[in-house]
């Protein structure tokens, strides 16, 4: 099964949901235990494309890698108040492969002139385990990776109260 994400689908969790963006932001090819993802390079406004991003309601690790192109996996843990504890930003490259653990919300993207293309674990199962309240409630995460005079940023997302040191790999 091939899931095509649209644009007006994902304006819940984009900075500027009314900004002209990509039309169709990504795809996901489910297979029975793993996912490929297919990310359309460009801007939604001035934040670049992204998936919509969630959390797991299971405990356990996800596992992504990257198999083509150029991106940024973010990574986040709420504080029970739903408030942004802690911020990762991984850098994507082809062969990275990164661990996401167990209470860490996560979104992929690509901030690369190509097809940003990565390979999860979960597979169709993976439906039930996502939970999408949490990063739809606060219009995405702590911060939104953006393009500023042709380099990329990082935003602070308003809708949050704190915003932690961000660190990266």
Known sequence: MITIKTHKELEDVL???????????YSVIHGENQNITVLN?????????????????????EIYNC?????V????RNDVDGEAKEFKVVTLHPGRQVEI?????????????DYLVVL??????????HDYQPVTKKQGFAY???EKKGEIALDPN????????ISTE
């Open 15 to 25: 900075l500027e949901p009314k900004a002209p963006g990509v039309k169709e932001p």
């Open 41 to 61: 390079p460009g801007l939604n406004g001035i934040e670049y494309n992204k998936t919509y991003g969630h959390f797991h309601k299971f405990l356990g690790v």
């Open 67 to 71: 198999l083509y192109g150029q991106g």
């Open 73 to 76: 996996l973010v990574m986040q």
């Open 101 to 113: 653990p167990s209470g860490f919300g996560h979104a992929v993207v690509n901030v690369g002139k």
């Open 120 to 129: 999860d674990n979960t597979g169709k199962k993976a439906d039930k385990w």
């Open 144 to 146: 939104y990776i953006v």
């Open 158 to 165: 308003p809708t949050y109260k704190v915003h932690p040191q």
